[in-house]
């Protein structure tokens, strides 16, 4: 069974200037997977991922978007069990999505809502299972201390570990994380892809995330989709993505994508500390 399966996804925005953002998707990510989505700026990859997660319907023609082998969209309409599907997604944005007066805690037990009974939802009384439980993935994230704090109170990257304990939480078989660490320095952004590794690794997870850096595509994810005008352009292997495939694949965009250094490889090891392989 694969995790997400798409075909003939796509999405028309209408208005002044009409445009196809999304433009006859077909892709299937297996159990287990962590992929990397790629695309310079209005390439589709947010759309796409709000498709996947049933926020945003397709254009009403033949499509189907499956999740864990049910369907949540079919021919442009969103299914009415969505709610129940999306139980299973945990999806992290990237202006990490916390409630800024609430604690720490109570925006990671957030995840715990949908299987609790309505009473425990309007009064926010968690049982003590769930309040470990939150304990125990904000120790996994590495912000265990902070659980008392307000979610005003944290640095971003702090804010978006919490969001990955609230995934943990709410005990997600499938991450979808829009541009995590775009708004994030280089220190805290490799704490949380180090965070969606681990969760990808020790849990299992299935996990898609969109990045606007070939670097840490490649030293993160074994797969990449790329996108350009809503169209995937290429879908294989990371290491493969050379600043001249990238060049070839969007031309002068690509510096979007591509550090200074002319060698990706090299900049991923770089900026992470590792040491690149020889080719």
């Known amino acids: 069974m694969d995790a997400i399966r798409i075909e003939r996804l796509s999405k028309t925005f209408s208005g002044a200037a009409s445009r196809k953002a999304l433009d006859e998707i077909n892709l299937r990510v297996g159990m287990g997977e962590m992929v990397a989505l790629i695309g310079a700026s209005g390439s589709g990859k947010s759309t796409l991922l709000r498709h996947i997660a049933g926020f945003i319907a397709a254009d009403p023609q033949p499509s189907q978007i499956e999740i864990l082998g049910r369907p949540i969209q079919h021919n442009g309409r969103i299914v009415r069990e969505v709610r129940r599907i999306r139980r299973d997604i945990g999806f992290v944005f990237q ?102 590794r681990m969760l990808n690794r020790d849990h299992g997870l299935t996990v898609v995330v969109s990045l606007h850096q070939v670097d840490i595509a490649m030293q993160y994810c074994p797969r990449t989709v790329a996108l350009r005008d809503g169209r995937v352009v290429y879908d294989g292997p990371s290491a493969a993505l050379t600043p001249v495939l990238l060049q070839q694949l969007y031309g002068s965009a690509a510096r979007e994508l591509i550090e200074a250094e002319p060698d990706t490889a090299h900049a991923a090891a770089q900026r992470f500390g590792a040491q690149p392989r020889a080719a």
């Open 95 to 196: 202006q990490f999505n916390l409630v800024n007066r609430l604690t720490v805690e109570t925006n990671v037990l957030i995840g715990a809502l949908a299987r609790l009974p309505l009473w425990r939802r309007l009064t926010g009384c968690f049982p003590r299972s769930e309040r470990e439980l939150s304990a125990a993935a904000l120790a996994q994230v590495g912000i265990g201390d902070k659980a008392g704090e307000r979610a005003a109170n944290l640095s971003g990257g702090q804010q978006q570990r919490a969001a990955l304990a609230r995934a943990l939480v709410q005990r997600a078989r499938l991450i979808l994380a829009d541009e995590p660490i775009a708004s994030l320095d280089p220190e805290s952004s490799r704490r949380v892809m180090d965070m969606l």
